[in-house]
């Protein structure tokens, strides 16, 4: 096997065994208390939670909402973080037909909005808009911008904040303001309530502290209604690294799979079966030494093959009867009739032999050959 079918089969079985591992193997849930500073890095809205509980309510925050699949009962409060996924499909219009059951349903504002505004919250007949904030312009101007404040909200204030537009003066609001700005609002929604805070940045681990923050969270979530059981909805889940490589360069993960694939394929073998080399039947001993002895015999080899027998006649008989290779041809005839027992003419014969004989004697002379190595 190639090195490199090696190399593949090797990774394709480190898969599967991982496969199947992470998919057969025992989880077991641990729980281990690590502290507020643990559940913050994932929960940007614990602060707020713990808030609730100070202030007597119960309240409890899950990673993200289905709200195909779970919604909380229509007596309790659900704050949700406006996001793209919520203004499409039928996310949106399972929570509004919640909160029309009798719900709670606080929107914050997207994390990041764009300087034309987001259009999810125009279905409210509230717009949301990212402008330089008034009270910024008047700080920076060291004017006396106390005297702007509405209410007795002490917020901090941004380069650029965003702030709350009506619509639809029609549907009826409560607003909340700061710096004559519009920074949250609600409106009844069939049998519930729908709230909306512009800037959610207010609410998160490292702002709810700062100022009158936490009391406008408050008022947002408990103000005037009673709140049942609060929801505080965050995500966690992030979009895998491999769809945002797809989403940002679709056509570039494409060619690399492409050449990928040209690369195994030109290392690995043709396709097709794999062809086995024929090896023609080799032929036994016997069948080597008779087309052996026909080729000399065909090629006028007899009387070599004769002398090549009767020498090594010859030398068998010298082993075992020294002396007997320097006699006469006719002297180890004699001796030979005598140790087996033959005429001395007829050795003589064997052993001198004549190509007059043809096939037949030379058959025969070998023979006798054979039957006088027997009785040596």
Same mark, same amino acid.
Do not use: M, Y
């Given at each position: 096997m190639r090195p490199l079918t090696t190399g593949l089969v090797v990774v394709l079985a480190g898969i599967l065994f991982a496969a199947w591992f992470?998919?057969?193997?025992?989880?077991?849930?641990?729980?281990e208390w690590v502290g507020y500073r643990g559940d913050a890095r994932v929960n940007p809205w614990l602060a707020a939670e713990l808030l609730v509980r100070e202030l007597g309510f119960e309240s409890e925050s899950k990673p993200e909402l289905t709200p195909? #699949?779970?919604?909380?009962? +229509?007596? =309790?409060?659900?704050?949700?973080?406006?996001?793209?996924?919520?203004?499409?499909?039928?996310?949106l219009y399972l929570l509004l037909n919640w909160?029309?059951?009798?719900?709670?349903?606080?929107?914050?504002?997207? #994390?990041?909005?764009?300087? +034309?505004? =987001?259009?999810?919250l125009w279905q409210f007949g509230i717009g949301l808009r990212v402008t330089r904030s008034k009270l910024y312009e008047a700080k920076e101007a060291q004017d006396d911008f106390e005297d702007e404040l509405d209410g007795d909200y002490a917020l901090g204030t941004y380069p650029h904040d965003a702030r709350l537009e009506v619509v639809n003066e029609e549907q009826g609001f409560d607003v909340i303001s700061h710096g004559g700005e519009i920074i949250a609002a609600r409106q009844q929604w069939g049998d519930g309530f729908v709230s909306v805070v512009a800037n959610a940045t207010r609410f998160d681990n490292d702002s709810i502290n700062n100022g009158d923050n936490a009391r406008?969270?408050?008022d947002v979530v408990m103000g005037e209604i009673e709140p049942g059981k609060i929801w505080l909805i965050f995500r966690t889940r992030l979009t895998p690294l491999w769809q945002l490589i797809w989403q940002a360069a679709p056509y570039l993960v494409i060619s690399a799979a492409l050449i990928?694939?040209?690369?195994?394929?030109?290392?690995?073998?043709a396709f097709g079966p794999r062809i086995v080399a024929?090896?023609?039947?080799?032929?036994?001993?016997?069948?080597?030494?008779?087309?052996?002895?026909?080729?000399?015999w065909r090629h006028a080899g007899r009387f070599s093959l004769r002398e090549s027998s009767t020498g090594a006649l010859l030398r068998e008989a010298d082993t075992r009867h020294?002396?007997?290779s320097r006699l006469a041809r006719t002297k180890q005839a004699e001796a030979i009739a005598r140790i087996t027992g033959q005429s001395a003419q007829w050795v003589l014969d064997v052993l001198t032999g004549s190509e007059e004989k043809g096939q037949r004697g030379f058959t025969q002379d070998i023979q006798r050959i054979q039957e006088i190595r027997k009785e040596l």
């Open positions: 992470f998919s057969s193997h025992e989880k077991v849930e641990v729980e195909a #699949e779970w919604l909380p009962p +229509e007596t =309790d409060t659900l704050i949700v973080q406006v996001t793209s996924s919520l203004g499409v499909g039928s996310d909160a029309g059951e009798g719900g709670h349903l606080v929107l914050l504002g997207p #994390e990041f909005v764009a300087e +034309e505004g =987001d259009d999810t406008l969270f408050a990928v694939l040209l690369l195994l394929w030109s290392a690995l073998p024929q090896t023609d039947e080799r032929r036994s001993i016997l069948e080597h030494i008779h087309a052996s002895g026909l080729f000399v020294p002396g007997l």
